[in-house]
């Protein structure tokens, strides 16, 4: 069921309902026990809203750091993770990043495990600690780096690409190159 309040003659229901601005819409379940507020009521955020209020625990999402893997923060690099974060937040996920190293192990709260083009190498360790988490029923989300200079994957990428192996994965490393000039070649050539 649903009430629309009038902010101005019931300011006690407001204020109880955590409410700060105009226009905002509290989604509860239980009687009020667990509750969602959505600032902007656009069917997405109320549809997102309602996904975080049904979900019946935290659920995290981990993305492995100390690879010189993409960044989940800034738009410097294009091919960075932040976008992908912030949907992953938008519907109602924690979203943290892992250290294997100083972990040492993928946290029980992990619903899944993403490992974003790491172009440096991981320790043996660490390999040992993402295969047993697969290996266990762990979820995980891998994308590779290609790097010109190794005419292939990435140092990290090709060690993850090993790792695929025993599930069965197979990962090529060829590159394609575009042998047609783009428009600016096109132009500095005159």
């Known amino acids: 069921k649903y009430e629309f309040v009038d902010t101005e003659r019931r300011p006690t229901l407001v204020e109880t309902m955590g409410v700060r601005r105009r226009g905002a819409v509290v989604l509860t379940l239980g009687g009020g026990n667990k509750k969602v507020t959505v600032d902007q009521p656009t069917e997405e955020q109320i549809t997102n809203g309602l ?105 990290g990428s090709r060690q993850l690409a090993e790792m695929l192996k025993a599930f069965g994965i197979t990962v090529g490393s060829e590159m394609i190159v575009d042998p047609l000039p783009t428009c600016a070649d096109a132009i500095n050539d005159g």
């Open 51 to 155: 996904m975080k209020l049904l979900r019946s625990n935290e659920v995290s999402v981990y993305f492995t750091v100390g690879h010189d893997e993409h960044p989940l923060q800034g738009d410097s690099d294009p091919l960075g993770l932040a976008l992908f974060k912030s949907e992953l937040v938008k519907q109602g996920y924690n979203v943290k990043e892992l250290n294997l190293v100083s972990e040492g192990k993928v946290p029980a709260d992990a619903a899944a495990l993403i490992v974003g083009g790491p172009k440096k190498a991981f320790f043996p360790k660490e390999l040992e600690i993402l295969a047993d988490w697969i290996k266990g029923g762990g979820h995980a989300l891998v994308s590779l780096e290609l790097d010109a200079a190794e005419r292939g994957l990435a140092k």
